[in-house]
């Protein structure tokens, strides 16, 4: 079922906007507070919910671990699906190319591409793309409906027994919902076609409840040479149940969507006058994708369980370097991944005899990727011209895992674990010399403790080994499927240690205050390089930094929040020739807002501002490239009645012509010379964009 929009030209003014907002924001005092003075036993508890839905403390083995409700997630005005994670302290979400793809996630001194060295998981199934046609990782979130979601989980460092590859910098777990208030209906109308539809459905059937949610999105952008095009579709169909001492849930999920990009361009283009700053170099780029999966998790107090089934592709065209490599045809080119993935996980969690109030978690868990094809095309017009490389690969991993919590006093607890990992990767490739097997194993340690110094502050010490695997196809190259020349192979896995101390202070009711101080040392950043099919042997490395969140429940009416991060990244061994500077960090992010509620249980008129700033980034090793800073404000005002709502969401409010992301690298331009221009090439954030949402609820 789709839904399906008429493309209405949709456009607001600067004027159009400050008049909505001044007229809103002016409200008589004598209206905006309607709700009586008297503060109900059922807003306390609102409050007191909220400030423990951020950081469960009592859960938790580290400083840096919390908990976001579904509710709270959809709140906020976002531009993009992926943007659910920036509710992590610290994590901030970009694009580099087209919305259809996955986003670029920084977090803790890592450019995390698309996911390398973070690992996100939705209802038991993973995210991350091992040996992936566009980058080890890739985490591409837009299969999730936002409005679907029932919780985030994330977590950072390497702190914890049952989370392993992609996890060094940390990683963010979703869960949907298993149950509805009540049904509901949401379309968002936006400037450049922006249209949306969600619906989301539930009744009882048996003993159990079905819950179907449905959306359908399109999007032009607003670029001036290209229209996106975007056709996102997605379908979550779930069947709750109560199975022995727990419950059953079985989910469906389908997503298909396809889009036109609007790649970074170099800054020589937009000064000289080729292109205006929303332009393209190349127009003829783009991509599909879909994803289809079948789930099955079991929770009980003592049993978890879970498996999975997904089938996965991704056809996607770029030009980074534009007729650098190919002064006749151009450097377009193409990706191509398909793909089928299983696996599950089953773990237990029973009493520890060594003292009052100890447990231990054992568990295992099991994936196989099955990759039929993973390609690089040179490509001209989206037509294939050759084949650069074309692999199939059997990927599996197997894992046990233990996580004790020991109670030392009423005060002191001491947490205990350990995993071991195994993958078994073959690689055949349409080059010979480039096929073969790998397999590899480790032993990973942690060990934590967390001191309750009061009965509103805990103070955590941890440290923890980690690891990721590296892209299959690099470990098994002997010859670089572009020259032909020999080159080195990666290590399977790769070795990370994470250091950590961190204090939270809350009164589970009006604040909630966390700090942690950290490090994190990587053996080598070894990566695939997917954009350009080769494996790129990068150096060993260490981060370390401070990060700091806090939230105020100031009335009521009235909540606020701030999140800064800070993080010192550099190369550990010196290379002639080489700078220490890692390429693609962000040294400080600061994510801050406040929303403002007329009546104290949310009805009513609310009222959201939010700022996001990222540093400027480090582009090269010697970091004599200084890009600019990036300062955003979104704010949305919204009406919230028992069976309605209607939202004005104004995304870039001061039109901020600031980069998304940005890169220093030679490509070359018509006319140019051979050798190419070493240059910067950015993506721009999108001009101030506005979209109108109206829901009812039945």
Same mark, same amino acid.
């Given at each position: 079922?789709?839904?399906?929009?008429?493309?209405?030209?949709?456009?607001?003014?600067?004027?159009?906007?400050?008049?909505?907002?001044?007229?809103?924001?002016?409200?008589?005092?004598?209206?905006?507070?309607?709700?009586?003075?008297?503060?109900?036993?059922?807003?306390?508890?609102?409050?007191?919910?909220?400030?423990?839905?951020?950081?469960?403390?009592?859960?938790?083995?580290?400083?840096?671990?919390?908990?976001?409700?579904?509710?709270?997630?959809?709140?906020?005005?976002?531009?993009?699906?992926?943007?659910?994670?920036?509710?992590?302290?610290?994590?901030?979400?970009?694009?580099?190319?087209?919305?259809?793809?996955?986003?670029?996630?920084?977090?803790?001194?890592?450019?995390?591409?698309?996911?390398?060295?973070?690992?996100?998981?939705?209802?038991?199934?993973?995210?991350?793309?091992?040996?992936?046609?566009?980058?080890?990782?890739?985490?591409?979130?837009?299969?999730?409906?936002?409005?679907?979601?029932?919780?985030?989980?994330?977590?950072?460092?390497?702190?914890?027994?049952?989370?392993?590859?992609?996890?060094?910098?940390?990683?963010?777990?979703?869960?949907?919902?298993?149950?509805?208030?009540?049904?509901?209906?949401?379309?968002?109308?936006?400037?450049?076609?922006?249209?949306?539809?969600?619906?989301?459905?539930?009744?009882?059937?048996?003993?159990?409840?079905?819950?179907?949610?449905?959306?359908?999105?399109?999007?032009?952008?607003?670029?001036?040479?290209?229209?996106?095009?975007?056709?996102?579709?997605?379908?979550?169909?779930?069947?709750?149940?109560?199975?022995?001492?727990?419950?059953?849930?079985?989910?469906?999920?389908?997503?298909?969507?396809?889009?036109?990009?609007?790649?970074?361009?170099?800054?020589?283009?937009?000064?000289?006058?080729?292109?205006?700053?929303?332009?393209?170099?190349?127009?003829?780029?783009?991509?599909?994708?879909?994803?289809?999966?079948?789930?099955?998790?079991?929770?009980?107090?003592?049993?978890?369980?879970?498996?999975?089934?997904?089938?996965?592709?991704?056809?996607?065209?770029?030009?980074?370097?534009?007729?650098?490599?190919?002064?006749?045809?151009?450097?377009?080119?193409?990706?191509?991944?398909?793909?089928?993935?299983?696996?599950?996980?089953?773990?237990?969690?029973?009493?520890?005899?060594?003292?009052?109030?100890?447990?231990?978690?054992?568990?295992?868990?099991?994936?196989?990727?099955?990759?039929? /094809?993973? +390609?690089?095309?040179?490509?001209? *017009?989206?037509? $294939?011209?050759? !084949? =650069?490389?074309? @692999?199939?690969?059997?990927?599996?991993?197997?894992?046990?895992?233990?996580?004790?919590?020991?109670?030392?006093?009423?005060?002191?607890?001491?947490?205990?674990?350990?995993?071991?990992?195994?993958?078994?990767?073959?690689?055949?490739?349409?080059?010979?010399?480039?096929?073969?097997?790998?397999?590899?194993?480790?032993?990973?340690?942690?060990?934590?403790?967390?001191?309750?110094?009061?009965?509103?502050?805990?103070?955590?010490? /941890?440290? +923890?080994?980690?690891?990721?695997? *590296?892209?299959? $196809?690099?470990? !098994? =190259?002997?010859? @670089?499927?572009?020259?032909?020349?020999?080159?080195?192979?990666?290590?399977?896995?790769?070795?990370?240690?994470?250091?950590?101390?961190?204090?939270?202070?809350?009164?589970?009711?009006?604040?909630?205050?966390?700090?942690?101080?950290?490090?994190?040392?990587?053996?080598?950043?070894?990566?695939?390089?997917?954009?350009?099919?080769?494996?790129?042997?990068?150096?060993?490395?260490?981060?370390?930094?401070?990060?700091?969140?806090?939230?105020?429940?100031?009335?009521?009416?009235?909540?606020?929040?701030?999140?800064?991060?800070?993080?010192?990244?550099?190369?550990?061994?010196?290379?002639?020739?080489?700078?220490?500077?890692?390429?693609?960090?962000?040294?400080?992010?600061?994510?801050?807002?406040?929303?403002?509620?007329?009546?104290?249980?949310?009805?009513?008129?609310?009222?959201?501002?939010?700022?996001?700033?990222?540093?400027?980034?480090?582009?090269?090793?010697?970091?004599?490239?200084?890009?600019?800073?990036?300062?955003?404000?979104?704010?949305?005002?919204?009406?919230?009645?028992?069976?309605?709502?209607?939202?004005?969401?104004?995304?870039?409010?001061?039109?901020?012509?600031?980069?998304?992301?940005?890169?220093?690298?030679?490509?070359?331009?018509?006319?140019?010379?051979?050798?190419?221009?070493?240059?910067?090439?950015?993506?721009?954030?999108?001009?101030?964009?506005?979209?109108?949402?109206?829901?009812?609820?039945?």
């Amino acid at each position: 079922m789709y839904l399906r929009f008429a493309k209405l030209p949709l456009r607001f003014s600067p004027i159009a906007i400050a008049i909505a907002l001044s007229s809103t924001l002016f409200i008589p005092v004598s209206f905006a507070l309607d709700d009586p003075d008297v503060e109900t036993e059922q807003d306390v508890e609102r409050i007191r919910i909220q400030g423990e839905a951020q950081t469960q403390s009592g859960q938790f083995v580290s400083a840096s671990q919390g908990w976001v409700s579904g509710d709270t997630l959809i709140e906020r005005p976002m531009l993009r699906t992926g943007e659910m994670l920036e509710f992590i302290p610290g994590m901030m979400v970009t694009q580099h190319s087209g919305s259809g793809k996955a986003n670029q996630y920084f977090l803790r001194g890592f450019n995390l591409d698309h996911g390398t060295d973070f690992a996100v998981s939705v209802d038991g199934m993973p995210v991350n793309m091992r040996s992936h046609g566009h980058g080890q990782g890739y985490s591409d979130l837009n299969f999730v409906i936002p409005e679907m979601v029932d919780n985030l989980s994330y977590f950072k460092g390497t702190y914890y027994a049952n989370i392993g590859d992609f996890s060094s910098a940390g990683g963010a777990y979703f869960s949907s919902k298993d149950s509805l208030e009540s049904n509901q209906l949401l379309v968002t109308l936006g400037e450049d076609n922006y249209r949306r539809a969600v619906t989301l459905n539930s009744a009882s059937i048996g003993k159990g409840t079905a819950i179907a949610a449905l959306e359908y999105q399109t999007y032009d952008g607003p670029w001036t040479d290209i229209d996106e095009d975007v056709k996102k579709k997605n379908a979550n169909l779930r069947y709750i149940v109560p199975l022995f001492d727990g419950e059953l849930a079985i989910s469906g999920m389908a997503y298909e969507n396809s889009w036109n990009s609007a790649d970074q361009v170099p800054a020589r283009a937009i000064e000289s006058g080729v292109i205006d700053r929303l332009g393209s170099i190349d127009t003829q780029v783009g991509g599909e994708s879909s994803r289809y999966s079948l789930s099955a998790q079991y929770n009980s107090d003592t049993v978890n369980a879970s498996l999975y089934a997904i089938d996965t592709d991704l056809t996607l065209f770029s030009n980074f370097t534009y007729f650098l490599d190919n002064p006749e045809t151009g450097d377009q080119f193409e990706q191509a991944d398909d793909r089928k993935i299983y696996g599950g996980e089953l773990s237990t969690t029973l009493p520890f005899a060594v003292t009052q109030g100890s447990s231990i978690t054992l568990g295992g868990q099991w994936r196989y990727d099955d990759i039929g /094809n993973v +390609g690089l095309y040179r490509t001209q *017009n989206l037509e $294939r011209l050759s !084949t =650069i490389r074309e @692999d199939a690969i059997d990927s599996s991993s197997y894992a046990a895992f233990a996580q004790s919590n020991i109670v030392l006093s009423d005060s002191l607890t001491l947490s205990l674990g350990g995993r071991y990992d195994y993958f078994d990767i073959e690689v055949d490739s349409q080059i010979a010399a480039n096929s073969g097997d790998e397999k590899d194993g480790m032993f990973s340690l942690k060990a934590g403790l967390k001191y309750q110094y009061t009965d509103t502050m805990t103070m955590f010490a /941890n440290i +923890g080994q980690g690891y990721h695997s *590296n892209d299959a $196809r690099g470990v !098994t =190259i002997t010859q @670089d499927p572009t020259t032909g020349e020999s080159i080195a192979s990666a290590p399977l896995l790769v070795r990370s240690l994470g250091y950590e101390t961190g204090i939270n202070w809350t009164d589970n009711k009006t604040y909630n205050v966390s700090a942690a101080l950290w490090q994190l040392e990587l053996d080598s950043e070894l990566v695939y390089v997917g954009d350009a099919g080769f494996t790129e042997a990068s150096r060993p490395s260490k981060r370390y930094g401070i990060e700091v969140s806090a939230y105020y429940w100031l009335s009521h009416h009235l909540t606020a929040d701030i999140e800064a991060a800070y993080t010192k990244a550099r190369f550990s061994d010196t290379v002639a020739g080489e700078g220490d500077h890692i390429d693609g960090t962000v040294p400080a992010v600061v994510s801050a807002g406040a929303t403002w509620y007329q009546q104290s249980n949310q009805q009513g008129f609310s009222y959201t501002l939010r700022a996001r700033y990222l540093s400027s980034r480090t582009v090269d090793s010697f970091d004599t490239i200084e890009p600019p800073s990036t300062f955003l404000l979104n704010t949305q005002i919204a009406y919230q009645d028992t069976d309605w709502q209607i939202g004005l969401e104004v995304l870039n409010l001061l039109d901020s012509d600031a980069h998304d992301i940005d890169y220093y690298y030679a490509s070359r331009l018509p006319g140019e010379p051979e050798e190419g221009v070493e240059d910067l090439h950015y993506h721009p954030v999108e001009p101030r964009t506005v979209r109108l949402t109206f829901g009812i609820k039945y």
